[in-house]
T-cell receptor, first 112, second 114 residues
């Protein structure tokens, strides 16, 4: 089954404790993105990747890092999480530049 | 960066009534996509519009792209309780060089009362 998976689905952590949210897709898509969703703000792009080792900042990259060492994986790293990073995070992939986005199930992160 | 306004933010309708959400941009768009997110779920792609004045239909859903490619609408005829969710537009700038960069609207939350 074609899908995007994310782990963990839920995470409660404390300020400053480094964490990684994994994202994997099995559709051989070149394009992958991370979004955060907050009430009233819609989905805001954090980072995106056009291919292996090619990444670029989205609209809200501060406090986040990404890597794309393999085509299927695109982890999101929070080196020192803060409470304002409490949000719902979605990973997405696409076969085409600006094409249909396939979203993962989401990761709900709470930073206390 | 790209700005897109989506209105209304909320819409409550009685089952059977129609519903419309609008997406507006101050700049010309390359294309626009529409997504639906059910409560507790993830966004799911509905459609992509590319051509000026384009109109596409999916059963009770009608999607339009403005002649100037600066606005779009999603219209649902005779809503059903299964239409409940948040509807998002997502846009890319015409002539943009930010490859892969999509900007989402704030979303319209649709509630359908049976």
């Amino acid at each position: 089954e074609a899908q995007v998976t994310q782990n963990p689905r839920y995470l409660i952590t404390v300020t400053g404790k480094k964490l990684t949210v994994t994202c994997s897709q099995n559709m051989n898509h070149e394009y992958m993105s991370w979004y955060r969703q907050d009430p009233g703000l819609g989905l805001r792009q954090i980072y995106y990747s056009m291919n292996v080792e090619v990444t670029d900042k989205g609209d809200v990259p501060e406090g986040y890092k990404v890597s794309r060492k393999e085509k299927r994986n695109f982890p999101l790293i929070l080196e020192s999480p803060s409470p304002n990073q409490t949000s719902l995070y979605f990973c997405a992939s696409s076969s085409r530049e600006w094409g249909e986005q396939y979203f993962g199930p989401g990761t709900r992160l709470t930073v206390t | 960066g790209q700005q897109v306004m989506q209105i209304p933010q909320y819409q409550h309708v009685q089952e059977g009534e129609d519903f419309t959400t609008y997406c507006n941009s101050s700049t010309t768009l390359s294309n626009i996509q529409w997504y639906k997110q059910r409560p507790g779920g993830h966004p799911v792609f509905l459609i992509q519009l590319v051509k000026s004045g384009e109109v596409k239909k999916q059963k009770r859903l009608t999607f339009q792209f403005g002649e100037a490619k600066k606005n779009s609408s999603l219209h649902i005829t005779a809503t059903q309780t299964t239409d409940v969710g948040t509807y998002f537009c997502a846009v890319t700038n015409a002539g943009g060089t930010s490859y892969g960069k999509l900007t989402f609207g704030q979303g319209t939350i649709l509630t359908v009362h049976p």
